[in-house]
């Protein structure tokens, strides 16, 4: 279904490496598709391999598509009006070794198009903005893995860009770093900014993402809000405290039990909320949360390949 307030589409994105030598392997990418609606973030899901680095380089104009269109704000992406809109992270992004960073920033800030006298206020700013205050003058080669991917970042928005797309945008940043990048992520949403990254880790993910494709083998595998995928419907997770043990009612209803000191987790039938509760409450034991339940996805992933594998779908 086309959206006219679609910021990034994707239709039928496959890719073939070429290997040398050998006759042509499996597509890493087989027909994916993507919508994201202008002004969300959404996330790209799946194992190692699974092909999103491959569909963000095609549509970035890094690898060559062996089919499929890309469009950004409705131009084709990889034409000069389309690279206009788009930011672009890379996986492993890489700064010559003996320039500084406001160097590095002021010739992305030109080549992104910058006006030149707002170049160095941006340049600064923005190494605010990622963490890296103070660091103007600092050559990159002795910068952390964490501080070239913070700088390229930096380098992704530094034309604010309408679309930006980055690939593990989290990949080697400590939990302040982070928080940082989801912060920067959602004034990015604010501001009107589209955002496509692709994650391993579900907390960023859960935080900042209005919806998820959840890529497999080459395949998006499941699309929607994280909740309504990892959800797993008519089971209530409930974390009660103030127990030695679980009422013989409750035990007899409860699956998933796990126990740390007097506070227990465990699963149980929507229906038998109420009377879990309350026999919670007659052994003395307090409720601290209700919530559906959800899997983890670690187990999400590990369920989508054992069914890629075998072929039964569950
Ligand atoms: N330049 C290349 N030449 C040949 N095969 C490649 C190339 N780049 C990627 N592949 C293959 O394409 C498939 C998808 O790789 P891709 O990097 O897109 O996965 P990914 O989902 O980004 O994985 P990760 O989570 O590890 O970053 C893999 O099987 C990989 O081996
Ligand atoms: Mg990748």
């Given at each position: ?235 209530t997770s409930i ?28 699963s ?23 919530a559906?339940k ?21």
């Amino acid at each position: 279904m086309e959206q006219a307030n679609s910021a990034i589409r994707v239709d039928g994105a496959r890719k073939v490496y070429k290997t040398v030598g050998r006759s042509p392997g499996r597509a890493a990418v087989d027909g994916v598709s993507l919508e994201v609606e202008q002004g969300s973030i959404h996330g790209l899901l799946g194992p190692n391999g699974a092909g999103k680095t491959t569909t963000l380089k095609m549509l970035i104009g890094l690898v060559k598509p062996t089919e499929g269109t890309f469009k950004i704000l409705g131009e084709d992406s990889t034409s000069p009006k389309g690279r206009r809109f788009l930011g672009f992270l890379p996986e492993q992004p890489y700064f010559p070794q003996h320039i500084t960073a406001m160097q590095a920033l002021r010739f992305y800030g030109q080549l992104a198009g910058v006006e030149k006298q707002d170049i160095d206020g941006r340049a600064v700013e923005l190494l605010g903005k990622v963490g890296l205050d103070g660091t103007e003058r600092t050559e990159l080669s002795k910068f952390s893995r964490g501080m070239l991917q913070r700088l390229g970042i930096a380098q992704a928005i530094i034309g604010r860009p309408a679309v930006v797309v980055l690939d593990e945008p989290a990949s080697g940043l400590d939990p302040v770093g982070q928080r940082d990048i989801r912060n920067l992520m959602l004034e990015l949403r604010e501001s009107g900014t589209t955002v496509l990254l692709s994650s391993h880790q579900l907390s960023e993910v859960e935080a900042v993402c209005d919806r998820v494709s959840i890529l497999n083998a080459g395949k998006v595998a499941a699309e929607g809000h994280i909740d309504e995928l990892l959800n797993i419907s008519g089971q209530t997770s409930i974390r009660v405290r103030g127990l030695d043990e679980l009422p013989a009612a409750v035990n007899a209803l409860a699956g998933d039990v796990a126990v740390s000191g007097s506070v227990w987790v465990f699963s149980v039938e929507d229906s038998a909320v109420r009377s879990v509760v309350d026999a919670v409450d007659d052994a003395g034991g307090a409720v601290m949360s209700l919530a559906p339940k959800r899997e983890s996805l670690e187990d999400y992933f590990a369920r989508l390949i054992a069914s890629a594998r075998t072929g039964v779908a569950s």
